[in-house]
């Protein structure tokens, strides 16, 4: 089982040798450049966040042979795109068809279980933050109905934020708590997107995320549960970092790519947050067949 994810920020070459990844850096370093090897096995994601680090083609194919999920970079070393495989799952027509003729009352019941997961561990941030109010959120998560048709998750986001950060607004791209936050989504989005085409599910095609552009609307509703552990750890970062300089340094890049590995409990086991990914997208995939949103699994506390 895939466990480790490279973080690529120096030019580098990337090759296939063997069963093995292959990383060459370009540019000699203090202790020598000798390259390093991966078993491709253990690898689930790789992020190229240097804007001169290359691939050969026989490595990329057998990174989608294996489920790699391979995150690009752009200049202001932001992900700004992703490979994955072709769906390789052998029963991938028959989850297809799953997926596909689910009826719009489950629909609506998996994303209110999903939105109650999400604002169960919004309510778990702010705790973890000693801020009182946490236990407003835990009740407006009970308020939660099949679809969610007042939008409780909406009001929930408002007084979220509004406790986590002082002086915060989510829509501002200067503020460098949005720009570590938006690199960690990237980065989980990514760790569900593998998982998703692992299990044989049609990304595009989501239970409340509907965007014709979009062509991971079903890994965008899965993530919701997920958000708070990377505000959590954007939390944990900030604590001995200046938020005046709103530039992105590789410490934080590293440290946003690094919740990937971070412990979270799912079903009171505890596990890395990319296995529970993998384990959300495999109970989605049990609700749907046993017409039972209760059977969902997302993390529960970290």
């Not at 001995?240 to 971070?262: G, K, P």
Request: net charge neutral.
């Amino acid at each position: 089982m895939a466990w480790r994810g490279l973080h690529i920020s120096r030019a580098a070459h990337l090759s296939l040798d063997k069963s093995r990844i292959k990383v060459r850096f370009l540019e000699v370093e203090e202790d020598g450049n000798e390259p390093l090897f991966f078993p491709i096995e253990d690898v689930a994601w790789i992020i190229l966040d240097h804007a001169r680090s290359t691939l050969s083609a026989r490595m990329i194919a057998a990174c989608m042979e294996s489920g790699v999920a391979i995150v690009f970079s752009d200049q202001r070393h932001h992900p700004c795109g992703m490979a994955l495989p072709f769906h390789q799952h052998f029963a991938q027509p028959e989850v297809a068809r799953l997926q596909i003729s689910v009826s719009q009352p489950l629909r609506k019941q998996i994303w209110a279980q999903i939105v109650k997961a999400k604002i169960a561990n919004q309510a778990q941030a702010l705790n973890y933050q000693q801020i009182p109010e946490s236990d407003v959120l835990a009740k407006m998560a009970n308020h939660v109905r099949s679809g969610d048709p007042k939008n409780v998750e909406a009001r929930a986001a408002r007084f979220y934020w509004s406790q986590l950060f002082e002086n915060f607004i989510r829509s501002d791209e200067n503020d460098l708590r949005n720009a570590m936050l938006n690199y960690g989504y990237a980065c989980v989005r990514a760790a569900i997107a593998r998982a998703v085409a692992a299990t044989g599910f049609i990304p595009s095609l989501g239970l409340h995320h509907a965007g014709h552009l979009n062509a991971f609307n079903l890994v965008d509703d899965l993530i919701e549960p997920f958000r708070p552990i990377v505000d959590r750890a954007v939390v944990e970062h900030l604590v001995e970092r200046d938020i005046e300089e709103n530039q992105l340094t590789l410490e934080d890049r590293q440290a946003m790519a690094a919740v990937l590995s971070r412990d979270v409990v799912v079903a009171g086991d505890q596990f890395t947050l990319l296995n529970a990914t993998e384990m959300a997208v495999e109970s989605l995939r049990r609700a749907m067949l046993q017409k039972n949103a209760k059977l969902l699994r997302f993390p529960e506390g970290w």
